[in-house]
């Protein structure tokens, strides 16, 4: 497109994430004429080309190389591993790739146009195309009847912890593999520090976690992160809970880092300790800004910059519809993909709304942490009266012939329905498993649906119909707020 161009469709899908793609492709699918615009060269936005789909594809190399290690108390042993970084990011690439062509050839199938260019308002039904951030319009002018955005968000950066040195990452660098350094520190406990710090310990890397909190993942449940923490701490060279950074040095030859907190002191962690590359893991940010949103009526909410949308995704301007990270938490791919197609269904005029009662979340690390609906955590905080039935894995025929007992299952029930709050897992495929209660919490499950289901024998899915046996029985725990 030139300049001076301007073309004009039904829908614009502003990103070409999970949540994009599938936006376009769902309305593709009802006649809607769609184009997606995106400034990567290749469409997956940073799901596919820089998160869940790389880090799961090292993860799994992770994984492989953990069972090598564990065989041997098997009585089976592959000596040390040896690691080609060079082969392993290429395989990594492939994996993105080859996720990439999928979505392209999807896109054609479905007559949806795929633009590379950066988007910006002009209005509530124009985009200025750029071939740059914040350029000039060289690609010309799109107009819409609807707009979808689904920008995504970007890792979330600490102001005094600003360092300009190429020892200190982001996630985005982390999943490039520059090398593998001899130590490594993790700054942030949640689910991208500990899951890159599980990918780098397994290839070989001295790994350290600090978290400014008293618990890794905060917000999860503490008994399925306990369990996680305990192996943790056999893979990882030092976990330091509430504990921060307050300064970092480039030294020429590493990074010189500063700490203060509960785990600094005589007996405990030394303040100072250097590492050859660090990592900063704080969480995400929504990528509302630089858009233009201020030549439309959309309204973005501090302090984190979230735009504000309705049940069925739309904006306080009736032209925009927002989803995904972009659009409030939690920041997941899945979580985007079900608002899109609420979002189309509201703009193709049915009645449509985002209205779920559970959304799974997964941490893949060694063992997996999944959950789903409430928490205990969550019920202590809230007075809400619950019951549970907890399923520890040293029970379980699976997980012992595979050597993985250490996990526990958690279902939470209302102490008068019996049906299900909630679903807690931690263990191998604790991300596969959660499925079953998922869909437990979203059709009204009681726990005697889920314990007088069948479950195939021997499976860890048992652990699942075991605990909500144990949920709806006499030997559960009982919490009941105080009055």
């Known amino acids: 497109m030139a300049q001076n161009d301007t073309r004009k469709t039904e829908l614009v899908v502003i990103g070409a994430g999970p949540g994009g793609y599938a936006a376009a492709f769902a309305a593709a699918d009802r006649g809607i004429k769609t184009v997606i615009v995106d400034a990567d060269p290749q469409p997956g936005g940073v ?50 790739s080859k996720n990439a062509g999928g979505v392209r050839q999807l896109a054609k199938a479905r007559g949806v146009e795929i633009i590379q260019a950066w ?24 107009t819409y009847d609807k707009c979808i955005l689904a920008v995504g968000s970007r890792p979330a950066v600490i102001p005094s912890l600003q360092l300009d040195s190429p020892r200190v990452m982001d996630s985005t660098a982390a999943l490039e593999l520059p090398d593998v350094p001899r130590s490594l520190l993790v700054i942030g406990g949640g689910y991208i520090g500990l899951e890159m710090g599980t990918v780098y310990a ?10 400014m909190t008293d618990g890794l993942l905060p917000g999860a449940d503490r008994d399925l992160v306990r369990v996680l923490q305990k192996r943790l701490e056999t893979t990882f060279k030092q976990i330091l809970l509430g504990t921060k950074v307050s300064g970092m040095t480039d030294t020429g030859s590493a990074v010189a880092v500063q ?33 233009g949103l201020e030549n439309t009526k959309v309204r973005v909410l501090p302090p984190r910059g979230f735009i504000e949308v309705n049940e069925q995704l739309r904006t306080a ?24 197609k609420v979002a189309v269904e509201a703009i193709a005029g049915d009645k449509a709304a985002f209205d779920v009662r559970a959304i799974p979340g997964v941490v893949f690390t060694d063992p997996e942490v999944a959950w789903a609906g409430l928490t205990e955590t969550q019920a202590k905080e809230k007075g809400i009266e619950i019951q549970v039935g907890k399923f520890p894995w040293g029970a379980s025929g699976r997980a012992t012939a595979i050597g993985r007992n250490d996990g526990l299952t958690k279902i939470i029930v209302s102490p008068h ?14 991300g596969e498993l959660i499925a079953e209660g998922t869909l437990a919490i979203e059709m009204g499950a009681t ?32 919490y009941r707020p105080p009055r």
């Not at 492989?64 to 990594?92: H, M, N, Q, Y």
């Not at 988007?119 to 799109?142: C, H, I, M, V």
């Not at 024998?457 to 048992?462: A, D, V, Y």
């Open 202 to 211: 397994a290839l070989g890397s001295q790994v350290s976690v600090v978290e």
């Open 417 to 430: 329905s019996k049906r299900i709050l909630g679903v807690g897992i931690v263990g191998v495929g604790a």
């Open 47 to 96: 799901c596919l080309n820089r998160g869940c789909i790389p880090s799961k594809a090292l993860l799994h190399i992770a994984r492989l190389i953990a069972e090598t290690r564990e065989a041997a108390e098997w009585g089976v042993s592959f000596g040390e591993p040896k690691i080609d970084i060079d082969a392993v990011r290429k395989w990594k690439n492939s994996v993105v």
């Open 447 to 478: 726990a005697e649906d889920v314990g007088l289901t069948i479950h195939s024998h021997p499976t860890l899915s048992e652990t699942v119909g075991e605990a909500a046996e144990l949920a709806y029985g006499t030997t559960t725990h009982v």
């Open 119 to 142: 988007a910006r308002f002009e209005n509530s039904q124009t985009l200025l195309l750029s071939s740059e951030k914040g350029g000039p319009a060289d690609r010309g002018r799109l």
């Open 317 to 340: 301007d009736e032209h925009i519809y927002a989803i995904g990270d972009v659009a409030g938490e939690p920041m997941l791919a899945h979580k985007a993909s079900k608002e899109a």
């Open 259 to 291: 700490f203060e907190g509960a785990a600094v002191g005589e007996g405990k962690a030394a303040a100072e300790q250097t590492f050859d590359r660090v990592l900063i893991a704080v969480g995400r940010t929504p990528n509302s800004q630089d858009l």
